[in-house]
């Protein structure tokens, strides 16, 4: 009998992903996806990156929780799964502090899924047995030597036209501020030709864009078909021989890790989009250092410009914290120059958020006024400069890629190179047409098709 699976995914695009591996490795199993909240299991794949996060998975959890109750009062039971990053940092916590959830995952092994499943069924065939046994959630979250990516399903029934592909996880980095490093665990790259054996069943499958992931994707230092280690220019190289790929793209990066060989391969390979995504955090030298980032503006802008050299027209997305333990006002101005300097056509700006056991979160912290106000202000001025990026496209003839439908009946969604969303309503989803662009908005662009390429 087909069970059903609800699977709730936050976070970044590495949740988006294993949320994915996930669905498919239940539907092997016999478990179908369903939008309905009620479900034989409930998953929620976390993000622990921002106190709102973690409060977020509380409030859901109470809601599931409901609905769990009257699911039992009709004589069904409902599995509630938390995994992801909030899972590994906050492990049996949960199950105390709500003592409904029935497992909880990291994210390096929820391949284990399968066998912790039929361990909470043996733990709850127990105790209707009668033998008064409490209810003991099923825990895994260590940290296992064995590379998750080797146990994952490597076929999926569909593909998007736009699909990740995950080459790389963990962090190294450690800066200040952030949680990753302990949730994700430390760096690990997977092998070339596991990675391009994974593109070529989604191209298969009909996916014509790829964007490969990590939390460090450009400290990519995985091993070829002959053991030498290689790095990201040369897995690109790789992927943009494969027949059928139409686009190539790959996030996050650390400024670090922007090899000069990387930066020519934005010159060589017509299907690596440009538009990257550099995370830069702050314009001031001193906040860097002291959110142990390893690079200063200087060297951001130094990047920004040979980028910029090897393939003129590329465009660049960034993060930014502000309200950072000692962060004055002239340090956060030092931002807003560095946006001026930087024009970036996509931002993410967040009010710095203390997490606790990093670093950060025991220094002097900046009144919540203060964060809020300061982030009112640069988001101001990232909007200015996203919407004047989209009307800079007034005029041009871009290929949009369409991926999938839109809300409304016959509406089709489309990318431009620079990931700008631009709504059609004709032509094949996979298909890259030519779009005259008539006007620019903040978050869309408005345009006319010229003919199908
Ligand atoms: N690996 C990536 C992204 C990490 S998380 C990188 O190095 O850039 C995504 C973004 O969340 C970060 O770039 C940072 O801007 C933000 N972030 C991380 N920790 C945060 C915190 N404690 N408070 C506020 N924002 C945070
Ligand atoms: Fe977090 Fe820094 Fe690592 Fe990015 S590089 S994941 S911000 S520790
Ligand atoms: Fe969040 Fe974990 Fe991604 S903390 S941003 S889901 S790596």
Redesign the pocket.
């Known amino acids: 009998m087909s069970k059903t699976l609800h699977i709730k995914t936050f976070g970044?695009q590495m949740n988006v992903y294993d949320s994915k591996k996930i669905e498919d490795m239940l539907g092997a199993l016999g478990y179908t996806s369903t939008p309905e909240l009620t479900a034989d299991v409930v998953l929620l794949n976390t993000c622990h990156?921002?106190e709102k996060a973690e409060d977020k998975l509380f409030s859901d959890l109470g809601r599931f929780h409901l609905l769990k109750k009257e699911r039992q009062n009709n004589g069904q039971d409902m599995v509630i799964v938390v995994a992801g990053c909030s899972a590994q940092a906050l492990g049996a916590h949960i199950l105390k502090r709500a003592p409904y959830v029935d497992m909880v995952v990291g994210p390096q092994t929820y391949y284990h899924l399968p066998q912790m499943l039929a361990m909470l069924q043996r733990r709850k065939d127990e105790q209707v047995e009668g033998e008064n046994k409490p209810f003991k959630g099923v825990l895994e979250t260590g940290f296992p030597k064995i590379s998750k990516f080797d146990q994952l399903p490597q076929t999926s029934l569909t593909g998007p036209v736009s699909a990740f592909l995950s080459i790389q996880e963990g962090?190294d980095?450690f800066?200040t501020?952030?949680?990753?490093p302990y949730t994700r665990g430390a760096e690990y790259s997977r092998d070339v030709e596991s990675i391009i054996q994974e593109a070529r069943i989604l191209l298969e499958k009909g996916v014509k864009e790829i964007t490969l992931l990590g939390?460090?994707v450009n400290a990519y230092h995985g091993k070829n078909a002959n053991g030498h280690v290689v790095g990201l220019s040369f897995l690109l190289q790789r992927l943009a021989e494969l027949p059928d790929l139409k686009r190539l793209r790959y996030t996050?990066?650390?400024p670090r890790d922007m090899t000069d060989d990387l930066i020519q391969a934005h010159g060589q390979i017509d299907i690596l989009m440009p538009f990257l995504h550099l995370?830069v955090?702050s314009g001031s030298d001193k906040i860097l250092a002291h959110m142990n980032r390893q690079h200063t503006t200087e060297f951001y802008l130094e990047k920004i410009n040979a980028l910029k050299n090897a393939r003129p027209e590329i465009a660049f997305s960034s993060?930014?914290?502000v309200g950072y333990p000692g962060e004055t006002q002239e340090d956060f101005q030092k931002t807003c120059d560095l946006v001026e300097k930087v024009q970036f056509a996509q931002a993410?700006?967040?009010?710095?958020?203390?997490?606790p056991g990093?670093p950060?979160?025991i220094q002097d912290q900046i009144p919540g006024e203060v964060k809020a106000e300061r982030l009112q202000i640069l988001q101001a001025l990232l909007r200015q400069h996203q919407l004047a990026f989209n009307r800079s496209m007034e005029g041009k003839v871009l290929p949009i890629l369409l991926e999938k439908k839109g809300q409304r009946p016959g509406q089709i969604l489309g990318r431009s190179p620079f990931m700008q969303s631009v709504y059609l309503s004709q032509g094949a989803l996979g298909q890259e047409i030519n779009v005259q662009i008539t006007s620019g908005f903040l978050n869309s662009l408005k345009g006319e098709v010229v003919d199908h390429v």
């Not at 501020?177 to 990753?180: G, L, T």
């Open positions: 970044c990156i921002r962090c980095k800066c501020y952030c949680v990753v939390q460090n996050t990066s650390h995370p955090q993060d930014f914290i993410y700006s967040f009010m710095y958020s203390p997490r990093t950060a979160a």
